[in-house]
């Protein structure tokens, strides 16, 4: 049975033109897709219980963020990506990830931070201050790619890690530069945490214990998104140049989990 588009709340509208413009489906959705659809967003958001509380605004200042979002003068050179493989049935309907990456190749923090060089822009060095501010980053430290990904309704993240092929990243930080109508959260499933990506904010996870073996229990990923796009910066710090954070005693110590830079414990405490 075809949906009635005329018919029903604006939300079932959506979800029909999405489908549609997905799966390319000329006398579809059906009913069934429909429903499947609605349920999958409906256990998303009951699974996925947010808290405003787990993430903070203000990482960074207005002005940086709006400076990102320029980048989205790039949003329509984004290419398909990979198709991850849908987990059951009901969220195959949303299985899709598109990223639309805009490179600008490896970073040296110290490069950055010296104003002889021609990376040395104010964006990329407010961001970089930011983050040697957190004291995670020593400033000879180096970062992967410089990325800015983008993501619309229906694309999601399935848990993975960011070691998963056996590169020493040590931390990730995520800069969210968008709000997020609903939905596209950063999950850690070990730490119990889901941040919601609000413009100006930032999440941060170690990827390896102390002694630089990888940590399983940052697994992570983000929730799909319902509506609206998602805007973020992930930066990726190499464990070379790092070993200020090695603890020899501990070599199994285990990092927790910064939103915003905040420890997730004291921030929750702060809200009480
Ligand atoms: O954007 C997010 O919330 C997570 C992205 C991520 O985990 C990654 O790019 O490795
Ligand atoms: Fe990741």
């Known amino acids: ?16 033109r999405y489908l549609e413009s997905v799966y390319n489906i000329s ?11 609605l349920s999958s967003i409906i256990n998303v958001q009951y699974v996925y219980n947010l808290s405003a509380k787990d993430i903070a605004s203000g990482f960074l ?15 329509d050179k984004r290419y398909a990506g990979h198709v991850y493989p849908s987990p059951d049935e009901t969220t195959e309907l949303f299985c899709c990830r598109y990223q639309g990456y805009l490179r600008a190749g490896d ?17 990329l060095r407010q961001i970089i201050e930011r983050i040697s501010g957190l004291r995670v980053v020593e400033s000879s430290g180096m970062l992967y790619d410089l990325l800015v990904s983008s993501h619309t309704a229906g694309e ?13 990243v040590l931390a990730t930080i995520l800069i969210y530069f968008s709000d997020v109508s609903k939905g596209g959260e950063t999950f850690f499933i070990d730490a119990n945490l889901k ?3 609000r413009k100006g904010s930032a999440v941060m996870a170690y990827n390896l214990y102390s002694c630089g073996e990888r940590d399983e229990s940052a697994l992570h990923g983000f929730c799909p998104i319902s509506f609206g796009e998602k805007w973020v910066i992930p930066l990726w710090i190499k464990y070379e140049h790092q070993t200020h954070l090695q603890c020899l005693s501990e070599p199994f110590l285990r990092h927790e ?15 009480r």
Request: hydrophobic share 25%; glycine share 4%.
């Open 61 to 75: 200042h207005e002005q940086v963020s709006d400076a990102l979002a320029q980048a989205k003068i790039d949003h």
């Open 27 to 37: 006398n579809g959705p059906d009913q069934e897709d429909h429903d499947a659809a």
């Open 1 to 16: 049975m075809k949906i009635n588009h005329s018919d029903g709340n604006s939300l079932q509208k959506r979800i029909s």
């Open 107 to 123: 970073v040296y923090v110290d490069e950055v931070l010296s104003p002889e060089t021609p990376k040395s822009d104010g964006v």
């Open 195 to 197: 941040a919601v990506p």
């Open 156 to 168: 999601y993240y399935p848990a993975h890690l960011d070691t998963e092929d056996h590169t020493k």
């Open 257 to 271: 989990i910064l939103v915003n830079g905040q420890s997730k414990y004291t921030h929750q405490n702060e809200h």
